[in-house]
């Protein structure tokens, strides 16, 4: 179910941001972001699967340049927390961290789309072991609120994919962002 809706999230944002505009300012020099959102995300371990977990994050910040007017280069830094109770009334708290190098294409002033490799570790409040490997981050803008030639606050959709030896998930997210340009 929650592959589907990444998919179906992914081809609306897709069709949004190639439907864009052409851009009309140039961005040009260091660049900074920042965001906090809320996520849906999936854990699957080799033995079960837990379903749905809400958590706050990505809480994310970001820093690179613009390497041509349209397309930045950053290295991103995201958390997310999530946490579900059982009913048995225990609780399962799991803490995600992404390190990523990712690029962003602005399609147009206010709409862009970005992603890259991660590294990531994942670690469980539980005491059940930690576990790092690789992950996949892609987002894209899908409402700009302020947009001028320096700043822009949008809300940001993004999935966020990890695998490790051990577990693997699947993080759908909806981030409130701010970019200094």
């Not at 690789?134 to 999935?159: C, P």
């Amino acid at each position: 179910m929650s592959f589907r809706f990444a998919v179906v999230i992914l081809a609306c944002l897709l069709n949004l941001v190639l439907l864009a505009p052409a851009a009309r300012a140039s961005k040009k020099g260091v660049t900074t972001e920042y965001s906090l959102g809320l996520s849906i995300s999936e854990l699957f371990r080799r033995n079960n699967s837990i379903q749905g977990q809400i958590g706050m994050g990505p809480i994310s910040i970001a820093m690179g340049g613009f390497v041509n007017p349209k397309t930045a280069a950053m290295l991103r830094y995201s958390f997310i927390q999530n946490t579900k109770e059982y009913v048995d009334g225990g609780k399962f708290r799991q803490g995600n961290h992404f390190f990523a190098f990712q690029l962003q294409y602005w399609f147009s002033e206010k709409f862009f789309i970005a992603g890259g490799p991660a590294l990531m570790y994942d670690y469980f409040y539980s005491g059940q072991p930690a576990s790092s490997g690789m992950g996949l981050n892609l987002r894209a803008s899908i409402l700009s609120l302020i947009q001028s030639d320096s700043v822009s606050l949008r809300l940001v959709a993004e999935i966020i994919g990890g695998l490790s030896p051990s577990r693997s998930y699947l993080t759908q997210a909806f981030l409130l962002e701010f970019q200094n340009f």
